[in-house]
């Protein structure tokens, strides 16, 4: 072994120093992304930390968090009034329907009404106004589902036929 030479045509040899420039080759790329990251963190800290001291960070932490605290608290107030202003407009009348009529064709005007008031499930009333000569009267009848247990007028029926096509 003494006196041997080792010839650079080993494949073997070749083999490991192929493998040692492809490591180089690599660790300084990793080196150069590495510093690249690290100037990029001390130049975001710098502006983070310009003109401050540690007291003056722990106050401004501490601000932040009792902040996001009121904001929490904000967000949990409005939450609970959006679901009481979601359950009020689910038994809120939301759909109607008009007809004006001139009851007995003879007073002009159209002064007479049939008023169909409903809610989302098509609960409600329909409202009906009778102008005449001798006076105003006025007949309310239940709706439920869309229906109603007593006979609707033509003029009824048109309103809570207009109220019930709204979506």
């Known amino acids: 072994m003494a006196g041997e030479t080792v010839l650079l045509s080993d494949p073997l040899l070749l083999a490991v120093i ?76 939301r759909k109607l329907g008009l007809i004006k009529y001139d009851a007995f064709n003879q007073m002009g005007g159209k002064l007479s009404f049939a008023l169909a008031l409903l809610n989302d499930d098509d609960n409600g009333i329909v409202l009906n106004s009778v102008h005449s000569q001798e006076g105003n009267y006025t007949y309310v009848k239940e709706i439920k589902d869309g229906r109603s247990d007593l006979e609707l007028g033509t003029e009824e029926k048109q309103a809570l036929d207009r109220a019930l096509a709204q979506e």
Not at 61 to 68: D, G, Q
Request: zero cysteines; aromatic letters at 6%.
């Open 18 to 93: 192929a493998v040692l420039a492809v490591l180089l080759i690599i660790m300084f790329i990793l080196w150069s992304r590495d510093r690249k990251t690290i100037k990029d963190i001390n130049r975001r800290l710098d502006r983070l930390l310009r003109g401050k001291t540690a007291s003056s960070l722990e106050s401004e932490i501490i601000h932040l968090f009792e902040a996001n605290d009121i904001l929490t608290e904000d967000a949990h107030d409005i939450h609970e009034r959006l679901d009481k202003q979601q359950a009020l407009l689910e038994t809120s009348f």
